[in-house]
Each structure stands twice: as C-alpha cells, then as structure tokens.
C-alpha cells in the first residue's frame, strides 16, 4: 500500500492535513508509523500549495494572533 490512510491520498487525508500541520509545528512527538504517515501528508503537492496559499495572506485577525493567558 501506499503511505496514507487509504493508500492512495484521498479526502480522509486532507481531513487530517489541518491536524497533521499542527503535530509538526508545534513539535508533538508521534510513533514512527504515524510520523512516516504525517511526514507524506506535510510532502504532498496540495499541502504545499495550501501552506504557501496561508503565508501568502496579509490580513491578520489581531485578537487571534496574541498568546494565550495561563
């Protein structure tokens, strides 16, 4: 098979495209079968495009952009 949840990437992966972002940046560590499994999603033509689309953006939400109390 392939190296995502259906083999070939499908709508289940870019449902957890979002999810997989998020591990990555914020470092969470993952076994090694997720992690191949994440690092296949983040190397995906359509994620990078999707990640460039979202740096590209210049308006900014101010109230979202401020770091969590506590």
């Not at 495009?49 to 979202?64: G, L």
């Amino acid at each position: 098979g392939g190296p995502f949840l259906f083999d070939a990437f499908c709508a289940a992966d870019i449902f957890y495209a979002p999810v997989v972002s998020r591990f990555l940046t914020y470092g969470i560590p993952v076994p090694g079968f997720a992690g191949a499994y994440m690092q296949a999603v983040w190397e995906h033509d359509w994620m990078a495009e999707w990640i460039a689309e979202a740096e590209s953006e210049d308006w900014v939400i101010e109230q979202y952009e401020q770091p969590l109390a506590g």
